[in-house]
């Protein structure tokens, strides 16, 4: 594999990995989560006549979708448009995006025999449209702000792969915890495995930030969340800092309170928070060194703009201004007005600045 | 109203009525969400040919249903067969249980406006089936373990009452927090009315334990949990503990993991837990002066015997024998095995009283 890394243009705004790794910033670096997507009319025509995974292949029509909110909030970072199940693609499984339902993946993985089916891909070869989505955006961005990868975290692609389809209570998965131990700790393994790969090929196609989501977290017991999944969490951590440590890393372990304390201990520089905990909380489980990312509920968007400058002003008086990036504590929401978004971050900006200015004299 | 009570056989066993008072038991009590339901044949088999809400409404059958476990299992509790909805319909909204998908109400509440569409109902003509149903089935048990009556939490019912069905993210009523402050105060408060009624007859009509299922409270953020719903949360316990100082309260606030120290502090007498939370945790929130009821994880009971006697084991034991009901985190699903339930109840029966002998010596 050719490990040389394309020269891009010079980054004109560092803020998003000053604060990762807790070093001085002029002001607070605010992005949102799914901040490309659907609430974004020019999204909606972008995507006009493309499949969502026909999307995800076309660098061109990426690299548009990516820098969309770039050019329309004054926000600090882009995240690369795509979709954590093109890991599952990549081992051989069907992914369908069914619209208005999300993710079918027709022939799940039903019992441990299964597991035969998965291939160990090659990620250059089978994930090198994403790679060169990433450089084709990087190019495209200019160096305006930092582009960030990501993937899903292994227990929460297994969600999808065992369950075949999003679900409330994914209770497939959850039996194999019990019933095929062996079997789930042998399947994520295998993702961990793809995904550091997978996370690695980003960095080197020019992703600046990584964010691992473990959309499905909060769903474990903390004792099988200790047991299943942090271990292999916690490896990728280690490892992408072992080949990348200029690399920024966050995780995002939604509704899984019970492990901030112990990925903060980590090879994590951010904690990414859902908005049901507490700021205070959250930083006294995680401690001073840590970076935390977050987390307004984004349904408060749906308020008028005083209400989010309201909540917003709560937040950031919450977080402080060092080690803090703002941003939702969920994705964007397809019914979400994007001036209420431009509200979320221009009241960002606005009190953190002043927070900035009162703290300094 | 006539408020005389029904005279019925004498209790003979307490235990779940002096765990939740913190009352010395000889052993830990037992019982299990949805113990009454689909995994069981004999459940399925009194179903037939009944609807859903045509099986609420039949004393007959729900008292059978109610009773099938208790002769099946050796719990401490029967809970009555009916669902959190059945208070939407007797507000006049129209709610369907389509089979495999639960239920949808096809004419939600969009806008405030609707809320004039809602009838404060009078809880002995529309919600009477219930009482009956409470009363017949007392007495059919026979003194052998008490009866639990329930509803749903105001913000839970909201929840559906805005969606029109389940949801992985109860967007609508997420957004009517902030979009519509006023119209959920009035709303959280009018269900609160009807959900106090309504639970007062039940006791009325026999029940002798009282559980609030606040299962989507884990979706509302810590601030707006508090200015929201706790308040009206906490009113159902003044108002029932007032009115009928005998009968335990239990909330089940799941996920909302930050409103247990709130909780602790208020007129419920046991706080029913999820499984994403440690019991030690739970303690160290909910303080000693409260009953902690819960919590293995459900799917747990896809394991095999010793796994689950395994995980029976550390939860008792993290727990212990005082304050305690033993229950799982959430409700058993349609695809358990029985006998895994009979495996889940014996281990507690057994491991509890090992720590009580181990505890007197």
């Known amino acids: 594999m050719n490990d040389s890394r394309p020269i891009f243009p010079e980054l004109q705004n560092d803020r998003l990995l000053r604060a990762a790794?807790?070093?001085?910033?002029?002001?607070?670096?605010?992005?949102?989560?799914?901040?490309?997507?659907?609430?974004?009319?020019?999204?909606?025509?972008?995507?006009?006549?493309?499949s969502f995974f026909e999307?995800?292949?076309?660098?061109?029509?990426?690299?548009?979708?990516?820098?969309?909110?770039?050019?329309?909030?004054?926000?600090?970072?882009?995240?690369?448009?795509s979709d954590i199940l093109?890991?599952?693609?990549?081992?051989?499984?069907?992914?369908?995006?069914?619209?208005?339902?999300?993710?079918v993946l027709p022939e799940p993985l039903s019992t441990p025999a299964d597991l035969d089916r998965l291939v160990m891909?090659?990620?250059?070869?089978?994930?090198?449209y994403v790679f060169r989505a990433i450089e084709k955006t990087r190019r495209d961005l200019n160096g305006r702000v930092p582009l960030i990868g990501f993937?899903?975290?292994?227990?929460?692609?297994?969600?999808?792969?065992?369950?075949?389809?999003?679900?409330?209570?994914f209770s497939k998965p959850r039996a194999w915890l019990y019933a095929e131990p062996q079997a789930t700790d042998r399947l994520l393994e295998q993702l961990t495995d793809v995904i550091i790969e997978y996370l690695k090929g980003q960095i080197r196609a020019g992703a600046q930030y990584i964010q691992v989501f473990e959309s499905w977290g909060g769903i474990l017991g903390p004792e099988a969340f200790d047991r299943f999944e942090a271990p292999h969490l916690k490896r990728i951590a280690t490892e992408l800092k072992y080949a990348y440590p200029e690399i920024p890393l966050a995780v995002f372990p939604r509704g899984?309170?019970?492990?901030?304390?112990?990925?903060?201990?980590?090879?994590?520089?951010?904690?990414?928070?859902?908005?049901?905990?507490?700021?205070?909380?959250?930083?006294?489980k995680a401690g001073l060194y840590v970076t935390l990312q977050g987390n307004?509920?984004?349904?408060?968007?749906?308020?008028?703009?005083d209400v989010i400058r309201e909540n917003v002003r709560r937040m950031v008086q919450a977080f402080g201004t060092r080690r803090?990036?703002?941003?939702?504590?969920?994705?964007?929401?397809?019914?979400?007005?994007?001036?209420?978004?431009?509200?979320?971050?221009?009241a960002v900006r606005e009190f953190t600045s002043e927070l900035q200015l009162s703290s300094s004299h």
Chains 1, 2 share one sequence.
């Open 55 to 81: 999307t995800c292949r076309n660098p061109e029509l990426v690299s548009e979708i990516t820098i969309q909110p770039v050019r329309r909030f004054p926000i600090d970072a882009a995240i690369i448009f």
């Open 86 to 103: 093109v890991v599952p693609l990549a081992m051989g499984m069907q992914v369908d995006m069914i619209a208005g339902k999300g993710p």
């Open 151 to 169: 993937s899903g975290a292994p227990w929460t692609l297994m969600c999808y792969m065992v369950e075949g389809a999003g679900s409330k209570s």
């Open 324 to 346: 803090y990036i703002a941003n939702l504590g969920h994705g964007m929401m397809s019914d979400h007005d994007p001036d209420k978004a431009q509200v979320f971050v221009e």
């Open 121 to 128: 891909p090659d990620v250059k070869d089978e994930l090198g």
């Open 21 to 50: 790794r807790g070093e001085f910033v002029d002001r607070v670096p605010v992005w949102m989560m799914r901040q490309a997507g659907r609430y974004l009319p020019e999204y909606r025509k972008a995507r006009e006549g493309h």
């Open 296 to 305: 307004l509920d984004p349904a408060v968007l749906y308020g008028p703009r």
């Open 256 to 284: 899984a309170h019970h492990a901030l304390e112990s990925l903060a201990d980590s090879d994590y520089d951010v904690l990414s928070l859902d908005w049901t905990i507490l700021p205070e909380e959250a930083r006294t």
